[in-house]
């Protein structure tokens, strides 16, 4: 009988790795396609594919970072920000994601958000955001 209750707790313990390791190669699956379609420019499929992903695995930030970009641009820019918060309080350095919610910022016209974002990624050592900074954010500045 103790035989029996162990290859039972054994085989439902193999069960659960398999479905976590299928959930996790699923989600990775739908991230490709999402990151697949934004480069096709199909964003509404590449929200939607990301969307399976991150309900699949809602702990990835670069998932979670992708379905923000998808929303983005579908200007659905405070769904947007509102991604980028998620992947910001699970990888807080990620620089990436402070330029794009600067953008989607900038979008919804709050330039001081806007600014500090793209400060923060060009502390975190994202160069991108300097033509940014420039254009943007040193003309807003009061000389001192």
């Known amino acids: 009988m103790k035989?029996?209750?162990?290859y039972v707790s054994f085989m439902v313990g193999i069960i659960c790795i398999s479905l976590s390791s299928f959930a996790q190669q699923s989600a990775e699956f739908y991230l490709k396609n999402g990151i697949s379609f934004i480069e096709k420019k199909n964003y509404q499929e590449a929200f939607e594919e990301l969307?399976?992903?991150y309900k699949l695995d809602s702990k990835d930030p670069n998932i979670i970072a992708f379905r923000g970009q998808a929303l983005?641009?579908?200007?659905?820019y405070t769904e947007a920000i509102e991604s980028y918060d998620l992947a910001l309080q699970?990888?807080?350095?990620?620089?990436?994601v402070f330029h794009l919610r600067g953008l989607a910022k900038f979008e919804l016209k709050d330039?001081?958000?806007?600014?500090?974002?793209?400060e923060q990624a060009n502390k975190l050592g994202y160069d991108m955001v300097i033509d940014l900074i420039i254009e943007?954010?040193?003309?807003?500045k009061p000389n001192k």
């Open 72 to 76: 983005q641009y579908l200007k659905r």
């Open 3 to 6: 035989r029996k209750i162990f």
């Open 111 to 118: 330039l001081t958000g806007a600014c500090e974002d793209w």
């Open 90 to 96: 699970i990888q807080p350095n990620y620089a990436e």
């Open 136 to 140: 943007y954010c040193m003309k807003a």
């Open 51 to 53: 969307d399976k992903a």
